[in-house]
């Protein structure tokens, strides 16, 4: 038996359990893996919450990224072997926080050796969104990002981005990420009432880029700071975002590779700050859920 952390209802934290289960078996086109570690994500709970849909049938496997190491390969795989390390996204129907896992092989690439299991699996969510966010749309060496929530896991990653292409980046967070964001380069600038003023302070041309990570009032208020409104782009509020002339974060194709060689290449730090034991899942959600993590965190069956 394996055991996996599940919600058995759709809504609040009442309803998420570990279990026991055989370990599952890969299908053609994905690999089973020992889970290392698991990230943990807003997703997460939006999903328990019901915000994805609530059609799927209970209980449902959380978690939507994970490291690990290759124990059984479906058919037509080609590119994984048993004993690879990898990291990637959890196969359909199935999750990460987990002692074993599929993950989906098109989803799903080989681990660095420089990258531990733990800042790994921040990756396939975190990281390639922060990536997407950061080139979903092209602006130049010199020009200006904003990045609303960059003191979450994303908004970090993103304004560590800006910092490899040079852009001139500003991160509106909290007073207590005020650290976080200026050790990426990036300026500091305080969320809340009045923060589109202080942005506005500092760059009065306006910004090239509004990369979106928290959405509704907060978002509606910097809107008036892109220059173009097609260069708002939200991972958090697409809905928001497209009313405002934006779009929301679409997927690139490639994106899972192309972030991790940044994150190889020492460029990204994924700031993992806490990890927790698979029987602890239930702490690690509720720091996510809480809104305010210092940093990633992640789960280590
Ligand atoms: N579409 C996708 O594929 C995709 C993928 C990943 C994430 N997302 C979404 O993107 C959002 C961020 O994800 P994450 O992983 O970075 O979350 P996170 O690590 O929990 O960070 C969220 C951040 O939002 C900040 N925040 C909240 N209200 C704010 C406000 N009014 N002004 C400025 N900052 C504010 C919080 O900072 P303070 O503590 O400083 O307030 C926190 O640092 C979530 O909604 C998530 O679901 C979407």
Excluded: W
Excluded at 84 to 108: I, K, W, Y
Excluded at 290 to 300: E, F, L, P, W, Y
């Amino acid at each position: 038996m394996s055991k996996v952390f599940v919600f058995t209802t759709y809504g609040g934290p009442e309803g998420q359990q570990l279990t026991d289960r055989e370990a599952p078996a890969p299908r053609a086109g994905e690999i089973a893996i020992e889970v290392r570690a698991a990230g943990v994500n807003p997703a997460d709970v939006k999903r328990r919450e019901g915000a994805f849909g609530t059609r799927g049938s209970l209980p449902v496997a959380m978690g939507l990224e994970a490291s690990g190491i290759v124990t059984a390969v479906g058919e037509g795989v080609e590119d994984f072997a048993i004993g690879d390390e990898v990291l990637g996204t959890p196969a359909r129907g199935l999750g990460t926080f987990a002692e074993h896992t599929v993950l989906d092989a098109s989803q799903s690439v080989i681990k660095p050796e420089e990258v531990s299991f733990t800042d790994a699996a921040t990756i396939p969510v975190a990281g390639t969104t922060a990536y997407d966010l950061t080139h979903q749309v092209e602006i130049e060496t010199g020009q200006t990002l904003l990045v609303l929530g960059a003191g979450g896991g994303v908004g970090r990653m993103a304004l560590q981005i800006a910092k490899v292409h040079e852009f001139r980046a500003i991160g509106v967070a909290s007073e207590s990420k005020r650290e976080l964001v200026e050790a990426t380069g990036a300026t500091f600038v305080l969320s809340g009432d009045g923060a589109a003023d202080r942005v506005r302070a500092i760059a009065p041309d306006g910004v090239d880029l509004l990369a979106d990570l928290v959405g509704g009032e907060a978002l509606r208020e910097l809107a008036p700071l892109a220059k173009d409104p097609s260069m708002i782009i939200s991972a958090a509020d697409d809905t928001t975002a497209v009313e405002l002339g934006g779009a929301g974060r679409e997927r690139s194709e490639g994106v899972l590779g192309k972030i991790t060689g940044v994150v190889q290449y020492g460029l990204v730090d994924p700031h993992v700050v806490e990890t927790f034991p698979l029987s602890q899942a239930a702490e690690a959600l509720a720091v996510v859920e809480s809104g305010h993590a210092h940093g990633k965190i992640v789960i280590t069956p």
